[in-house]
């Protein structure tokens, strides 16, 4: 087995805070989700996640005009400039303080970033090969307090910044002779928005208790006149800073100072004015809406503006004629993105994590997809490897498919949090058992809830296991002690199994025999034999509480996790305990802020709280309450490989040490609420008791709830807090060759390719184990010598080659090419893979999931065209029909009129 398992994709949170932007053909959007970037590409209904990631949550998205490189900030002030073609980090840079906005100039040569209440201009990294990233070009001054937004001009010459002072600045790129900065009022609320029209100087601006103010500028971008440069001297720069030998390095950033002039400004001679020509205020009489968020589309002058509780409106500039006022959620609109050809808008929302494209003319949806707003705490895969199930504590299910990344459908019904759920053994129902005391069924073909275990009385389930057949459904309670028996085709209650002291914390059934595992926090594992009326059949003795149990896929081992931080395993054949995997020094995590002892004596309280087995049962995959998992070697019972999930560090217990600039003697820092005083979260004062006064800041802790393989085998999957992460081979390029020899050369397997010599060539192939080699000696075998070829293949390439088709058939397109070589394979070497069915068992799940997924793929295309042809045949047939009755009529009012035929009539139709 290899583990070069490297991160794939993040589901189930599509947003968290931070800016939208659409790339520049409009396509897809990028959304900040945590630490990560993720991109939606709405054309070809797929989402990905880019593999680079932050220290801090990303608050700001700058990108660049032609959509190939991104600026990401952090919370902190830590950019990251991005390649999005390459999926690469390019450029790290400190700001060393929090960034309100990021925006690239039109014409890509510049860049502004606001901080506090300074304006930055840099040098954008060039198109040629001179890359000089965060050059600083020029530093700006004039707002009071802190600036929130940015906006440029069409010929990149000017930019506005808005501010909390509810002043609006205008700067110049250059020291224009009329224009070096020019400052507007108007407004008594910070200022969330302005936007310049096009191919003008013409300003809206927009502040947070919903006033629009429109000015005019007397003056148009071609009329702003540079500094006239003296005879024999340049434009006035900073002095150049002396390098190393005299060489003289870059020169010192320009230096602008604002000032407010609100007497002399408009009596400038030769300079630019702005007159304001408008105000409007969005919010009826006696109503008062918090504007939020604001986006504006120069092409089609349409203004967007999303307040806090979940409205938007759309406006017609510049007459600001209403043209839609609609309401997605009861949550705030945190951020509005519109793209380029001004069709589509995309809104997220924080609150509930929820990511909008809305198409305004048609008034639909082009995706709407929401994660869990609260903790995911279970997954499943199905048994074809294409949908992953998860459930999370805001008491929602819900389905997605690992190809497109995207949430299929999500179920409702609940009422409280799902603590487990699972496929059954066909794939198409799902079993999700909750707190709410209910464990129901739902029916992937018509998306409902089809049934509902209850029990006699009222308890919590907290674990779920079906049988291999699927026909018997067993959940766990937390309160009662019970394991209750149900019927998945009666929904009738068949036994309650007593005997627990302790709550039941894990299920798992037996896949080859009739075997129940409970595992409880009374420190024991219960065996339960279905076919003995559910007699307890074993009694395993723990050495602390039970907290998972998970059986091998054969059904030979049984691994229990208990509190102690251990892992044992055991024959439950002989009831014999077989080995032992301490993991207390393998869960090293963090230091929790409001923690009273060091990380190092914190990890001896820490466990696992979930396992699984890997598809060919030689390993275990377990996690917990640290940001780390672990994949250990069952028979050597040691630690192979970890896996850190997250380096989030705006997560609880991500660092070791803790910052002592943060103690005081009153305590940590940390005990002060910091969410209060923030936009949106008053500071409440004392006697008053208006608003939410449980509103609070909190600090999520890092922790694994569940962790699930693949039934392929090549990725798995582990829900966290950050969401549900996916761990994949197929992304990693591997060299890694098999008995390699002096004589297997990439030359010498093509020579015999030539020479006719297939499996030679193939046998070659597979021991350099290079794919696009192997790929090529396999398109190159006739198709009629298929069954030859495969007929003389040694039985441990066979393995080899149906494991290399599984991958294959998932991006090729001779699917009856290799649809053939499975034929073979399987056919001819059937009776010998059949006595290696638990190691093989990956690849045959892999290849079956890449034909099924043809089979679907080429089953609704046909459907299609058979659709397609009768509804042509039935056209053809009712004007057939229609214009005979019309020859009939003109031929009883004209009894000379000649008779057409029915194919003269098709031809007239046509």
């Avoid at 840079?93 to 201009?121: C, I, Q």
């Avoid at 040098?123 to 802190?146: C, I, M, V, W």
């Avoid at 799902?430 to 006699?456: C, I």
């Avoid at 198709?783 to 080659?801: A, M, N, Q, R």
Wanted: with cysteine; aromatic share 10%; hydrophobic share 35%.
């Amino acid at each position: 087995m290899k583990f070069a398992f490297r991160f794939s994709n993040l589901l189930g949170t599509v947003y968290r805070r931070g800016d939208l932007t659409f790339t520049p053909d409009g396509n897809s959007v990028l959304s900040p989700v945590g630490n990560r970037l993720s991109a939606f590409d709405l054309k070809n209904n797929k989402a990905e996640t880019l593999p680079f990631a932050l220290s801090r949550n990303i608050v700001c998205v700058g990108q660049s005009p032609n959509g190939h490189l991104a600026i990401l900030v952090d919370e902190d002030g830590v950019a990251l400039l991005v390649s999005l073609l390459r999926r690469a980090a390019l450029h790290h840079f400190n700001f060393h303080s929090p960034v309100h906005s990021v925006a690239f100039s039109p014409d890509g040569r510049k860049f502004v970033v606001t901080k506090e209440n300074v304006v930055l201009m840099y040098h954008a990294p060039g198109q040629d090969r001179h890359f000089n990233p965060f050059s600083l070009d020029k530093t700006y001054y004039g707002p009071y307090d802190e600036t929130t937004c940015i906006a440029w001009t069409d010929d990149s010459k000017c930019f506005a910044v808005g501010s909390k002072d509810s002043s609006t600045w205008v700067f110049g790129a250059e020291r224009w002779t009329n224009l070096i900065y020019y400052s507007l009022g108007g407004h008594k609320d910070a200022i969330v928005g302005c936007f310049f029209e096009a191919g003008s100087l013409d300003v809206y601006t927009l502040s947070r208790d919903a006033t629009l103010c429109v000015w005019e500028c007397d003056t148009d971008p071609e009329g702003l006149l540079l500094p006239v440069v003296p005879v024999g001297g340049g434009r006035r720069q900073g002095p150049a800073v002396a390098g190393v030998g005299g060489a003289e390095l870059q020169p010192k950033p320009d230096v602008v100072r604002g000032k407010v002039e609100p007497q002399n400004q408009n009596q400038r001679g030769g300079k630019v004015k702005y007159t304001r020509t408008g105000r409007h205020f969005f919010n009826k009489e006696g109503d008062f809406n918090e504007l939020t968020a604001a986006a504006y589309h120069r092409g089609n002058h349409l203004l967007v503006t999303g307040f806090a509780n979940g409205n938007f409106h759309l406006h017609d500039m510049p007459d600001v004629n209403l043209i839609h006022s609609l309401s997605i959620s009861d949550q705030s609109i945190e951020s509005i993105s519109i793209n380029s050809s001004g069709d589509w808008i995309a809104f997220g929302c924080a609150g509930l994590g929820q990511l909008l494209v809305w198409e305004w003319q048609s008034e639909s949806y082009v995706m709407k997809q929401q994660g869990h707003f609260d903790n995911m705490v279970a997954l499943s895969y199905s048994p074809d490897a294409q949908y992953i199930v998860t459930g999370g504590d805001d008491g929602k299910v819900k389905v997605w498919n690992t190809r497109s990344g995207l949430c299929t459908v999500t179920f409702t019904d609940h009422s409280s949090g799902v603590t487990a759920v699972t496929f059954n053994a066909t794939g198409y129902v799902v079993v999700s058992a909750s707190l709410d005391g209910t464990v129901r069924a739902f029916d992937l073909h018509r998306y409902r809830n089809f049934r509902t275990f209850t029990s006699p009385r009222l308890a919590q389930f907290s674990c779920l296991a079906l049988d291999p057949s699927g026909e018997i459904v067993c959940a766990g309670s937390r309160d009662s002690f019970q394991v209750f028996v149900w019927s998945m085709q009666s929904g009738r209650l068949l036994d309650v199994l007593d005997g627990h002291e302790g709550p039941v914390s894990g299920l798992s059934f037996s896949p080859t025999q009739g075997l129940l595992a409970s595992a409880s926090w009374d420190k024991t594992v219960k065996l339960w034999d279905m076919q003995d009326s559910w007699k307890t059949k074993e009694t395993l003795r723990l050495s602390a509480d039970g907290l998972a149990v998970s059986f091998r896929p054969d059904g030979g081992e049984l691994a229990v996790a208990t509190l102690d931080g251990h892992i044992t395993l055991w024959d439950h054949a002989r009831a014999a305990q077989t080995g032992s995997i301490e993991g207390q020094h393998d869960l090293h995590g963090g230091r929790r802020e409001l923690d009273k002892v060091t990380a190092r004596h914190s990890a001896k309280s820490r466990a696992y709280s979930t396992l699984c087995y890997s598809a060919d049962g030689g390993w275990v995959l377990a996690g917990g309450q640290s940001r780390y998992v672990c994949i250990y070697n069952v028979k050597e019972q040691i630690l192979v490989k970890s896996f850190e999930i997250s380096c989030n560090l705006s997560l609880d217990a991500m660092e070791e040490f803790l910052d002592r600039r943060k103690m005081t003697e009153f305590g940590s820092v940390a005990l002060i609420d910091e969410g209060a005083g923030e936009e949106g979260v008053a500071l409440p004062l004392p006697g008053v008791k208006k608003g939410d006064m449980s509103l609070r800041h909190f600090k999520p802790e890092i922790r694994v709830t569940c962790l699930r393989f693949s039934p392929t085998g090549r990725s798995w999957a582990a829900t966290t807090t950050e969401g549900l992460l996916v761990f994949s081979l197929d992304g990693a390029v591997v060299f890694d060759p098999y008995d390699l020899g002096e004589e297997v050369t990439p030359v010498s397997v093509r020579q015999a390719l030539r020479r006719g010599e297939f499996t030679v060539a193939i046998v070659m192939a597979f021991r350099l184990n290079e794919d696009k080699l192997t790929l090529e000696v396999l398109e190159g075998v006739p198709h009629t010598d298929i069954g030859v070829v495969c007929s003389t293949l040694p039985p441990l390439y066979v393995e080899k080659l149906l494991g290399f088709m599984a991958v294959t058939l998932e991006t090729s397109r001779h699917l009856e090419f290799f649809l053939s070589w499975a034929e073979q394979l399987l056919s001819l070497h059937g009776h010998k893979l059949k006595a290696r069915s638990v190691e093989l068992l990956p690849a045959i799940q892999s290849l079956q999931r890449s034909i099924q997924r043809h089979y679907d793929t080429v089953s609704k295309l046909c459907e299609w065209n058979r659709y397609n042809m009768r509804y042509t045949l039935a056209l053809a047939q009712q004007r057939g029909l229609k214009r005979q009755a019309e020859t009939e009529t003109g031929s009883d009012g004209d009894s000379d009129a000649p008779s057409a035929s029915d194919d003269q009539l098709m031809e007239g139709s046509d």
